[in-house]
Each structure stands twice: as C-alpha cells, then as structure tokens.
C-alpha cells in the first residue's frame, strides 16, 4: 500500500510543478492531460502486471537482446576474440609481461576491476553495439517497417488524447529513434505547426531514448533490464505530452492538422545505400559516446578534487564521512547531488536508505546526461557493498530513461533547426522548458514503475 501511495503522491507532485510552471493555466486542456495520465497507468498495468502482454513485451525484449548479440560475430572479427572471463577481474595482461609489476592485476584493486569491466564492456561490447543497431534501424526504415510501427503508436495516443497528427507522429517516433531523426519523421508539418506542437515535440525527445543507445544501456546493465528499457521508452511517451501540454498549453487549435499520416520519404536510394547511412551515423554516435564519457569522467574527477581540497578547508570532509557511513569519503559532487535529488528520490518510490545514491543519479543525469548517469549504476550494481535495493534498481532505470539533460537542448535546436529554420526562435525559447517537461515526464514514469514492481 506504501508503494502505491508514494508512487500516487510522486504523480501528484510531478503535474503539481507543471502547473506552478504552466504559461497558460486556465487554456490546461484537463481531459488531456487526464487522458495521458490514464493511458501511462494502462499501459504499465498490462505490460507489468498482465502476465501474458508481459510475456508479450519480454519476448521482443529477448529478441532484442538476441539481435544484439549477433554484434559480437562482427565485433570479434574486427577485435579479435576474447576470453570470456576477460572483463571479469581476472589478471589480465593487457601491455607488460605476465607477472610484471607493470601488469594490470585488478584483483588488487577492486576499483580498479569495476572501472576495468565497464572501459572493457564500453570498447568491446557496447560501442560496436551502437553501430549495428543504427545500421538496423536504417533498414527498417528503409523496408517501411518502422513507419508502420510508428503510425499504429501514433493512432493510439491521437485517439486517447486528441492529439494533432505531427504530434501523434512525433511521439511515437520517439520512443524508437533518436531526438533528432525523429523531427525528420514529421518534417513536411515542421515549418506550419504551433508553439504548442513544437514544444510537444522537443519535450518528446527529452523524454525517450534512441535505438542505439538503448542497446548501449541494456549492454551495461544486463539482459534482464531490456524489458524495462523497453516499458520506460513506451510510457513515456505519453507522460511527455501531457508535461508539455501542461507547461504550454494549445492556443492555436483552429490551426491544427489532426491527420495521422507518416511521411513515406526513405533512408538512402536502395538497401545497401540506407546500411551505409545506417552505419555512418552509428560510428558517429559511437565516436561521441566514447569522448563524451572521457572527458566528462575526467571534468568530474577535476571537480571532486576541488570540492574535497575546499572540504579539507573547510574541515567538513570527515564529518561527511561520518554521517555517511563510509558511502562519500568528503565533499564531492555526488554526495551534493545525492543531496539535492534525494526527497524526488523518495518520492518516487525508492527505498529510504538508497535515496542518497539514487538521488546523485538523477542529479548527474539532469546536469551532465543519461549514460554517464547508467555507467554509474552499472558501478554501483556491480560490487555487492554499494548494489541498490533491486526496487531501487528499477525505479532509478525508469528515471534515467531520456535524453532530458543541458546537452540535448543545443542538439534539439541545431537539428530541428537545420530542417525548420522558421522555428529557430521558438526553438530556443523553449529550451530549459522541454528540459523540465522530460526530466518530469521520466520521473511520472518512474512514480508509475515504483508502484507496479
């Protein structure tokens, strides 16, 4: 019963900032907004706790997983094989001559084993991941599958929620690809849809995940998340419309088109043409995935040593390590985040004494992005002294689950922009606010995930 209240109190409190936060309270279009709400709720309930839709949604899971798996023949090809206790903390040899005082031996460092794993995972496994699936997709599309898929998505939310097409369309484009192809699902409607349709749009994108980084997240975390994954793209969906419409409700609706029509425009001139655009684009997210975490662990590192030199001057650094039971060694930026973030933690379901670290996640999620956030839970997961509560777990990889951070806001105006540049001002005008619209929009969809597992 706890869980379901908390799990109603965090519903309550997420639409409650919307509104505070609301452009236009009185034109909050409430049947909307209950509409979303309802169809969030429905569809975690059938999906979750109705054993043969589960049984459903966890058979795609598994042939997710499956097709991801096929990466490693590619993979090995390139690389070479490895052992299969290679990323495990065995003592390994990577550059010095076994025995070596050069030699990496993990198991002296359980650290050292834990970042190992996710450096060995991030190189070998879930880089070459991306790749593939990106060229995956790119031949789905082509084949007009994910069309297909995309329009029946987007006739369910048109018809729940009364929806303009682009909208309809734009969400159910987001919960299979990236927050910035899927403004190219819908670009004959860019250049003539509303402030409102627009900010449904860029709110979307904060609020989902792409392909690519799916497989990157279910590589980090295990198979057994993949159906989690999946939920948490789905519902999030229509949590994201509702934060939008509530933050910036229509007020043009003689002006919108509620044709449900995905454009039939194809990815490259024939099969192959669309594999090498696929591909292309694949290494490109590859390529910024692995820099961006370099240089964002090492910034992070950067800073932590100035928070914990400022906490030695300050003298505060051991009573944080008191207080904290050993879990922060000082002032850190974790443990100012965890302690930011920790009452949404709570509210969300999380149990009580993993609202610190779960609380941290949010936070580095929301300022820095969403895999250096999952790379953090993977670390967490992986020595038995710091692991999560599964619930926890759970509720932490429903929040994570968007690309609602600083960074996705110059990507949303620059993509959408370079193919609508009428909308370049309303683009910016509603930067920050789509970021509050997917940051709230995931934390719904955690509320719904705590009350549910």
């Known amino acids: 019963m706890e869980d379901i209240f908390r799990g109603l109190l965090g519903l309550i409190v997420m639409l409650l900032f919307c509104y505070i936060l609301s452009s236009d309270r009185k034109n909050i279009d409430w049947r909307l907004v209950g509409g979303g709400v309802v169809l969030q709720l429905v569809l975690g309930i059938l999906i979750l706790e109705v054993s043969f839709i589960y049984n459903i949604f966890q058979w795609i899971a598994d042939r997710f997983v499956d097709l991801l798996n096929y990466t490693e023949n590619g993979a090995s090809f390139v690389f070479g094989s490895w052992p299969d206790n290679a990323w495990l903390g065995e003592n390994i040899n990577l550059a010095a001559p076994p025995g070596s005082e050069y030699a990496f031996n993990p198991t002296a460092d359980p650290t050292s084993v834990t970042f190992f794993k996710v450096g060995f995972m991030f190189a070998f496994k879930v880089l070459p991941t991306i790749v593939f699936f990106a060229a995956f997709s790119a031949i789905l599309y082509y084949l007009g599958i994910l069309q297909k898929i995309i329009f029946v998505f987007a006739w369910i939310m048109s018809k729940a929620m009364r929806l303009s097409g682009a909208e309809s369309i734009a969400a159910a484009a987001n919960v299979f690809i990236g927050q910035t192809e899927a403004p190219l699902v819908v670009k004959p409607y860019l250049e003539n849809m509303t402030k409102s349709e627009i900010m449904c749009l860029m709110t979307g994108g904060m609020a989902t995940i792409a ?77 910024n995935v692995g820099a961006m975490l370099l240089v964002f662990i090492a910034l992070l590192a950067f800073v932590n040593g100035l928070l914990f030199w400022a906490g030695d001057i300050l003298n505060i650094n051991e009573s944080i390590a008191q207080a904290t039971n050993g879990s922060y060694n000082g002032l850190n930026l974790e443990y100012m985040l965890g302690l930011l973030f920790a009452p949404i933690a709570w509210i969300l379901g999380v149990p009580s004494e993993d609202i610190m670290m779960v609380g941290q996640l949010l936070g580095k999620k929301t300022a820095i992005n969403e895999v250096i956030a999952y790379v953090d839970l993977s670390i967490f997961q992986a020595s038995p002294e710091t692991a999560l509560h599964p619930k926890s777990a759970i509720i932490a990889t429903y929040a994570l689950c968007g690309f609602a951070n600083f960074s996705s806001i110059g990507i949303q105006i620059g993509g959408i922009s370079a193919i609508a540049p009428s909308q370049r001002l309303t683009l910016t005008q509603f930067g920050i606010k789509s970021l509050i619209g997917g940051t709230i929009a995931c934390f719904m969809t955690a509320a719904i995930a705590g009350m549910l597992i």
């Open 211 to 287: 392909g690519g980084v799916f497989a990157l997240f279910v590589a980090l975390l295990g198979d057994e998340y993949a159906i989690h994954f999946l939920t948490a793209s789905i519902i999030s969906a229509p949590a994201a419309i509702v934060a939008a419409k509530m933050l910036y409700p229509e007020t043009d609706p003689e002006k919108i088109n509620r044709d449900v029509t995905v454009p039939k425009d194809k990815l490259g001139s024939n099969l192959l043409d669309a594999i090498s655009l696929g591909t292309t684009d694949g290494v490109k997210l590859a390529v």
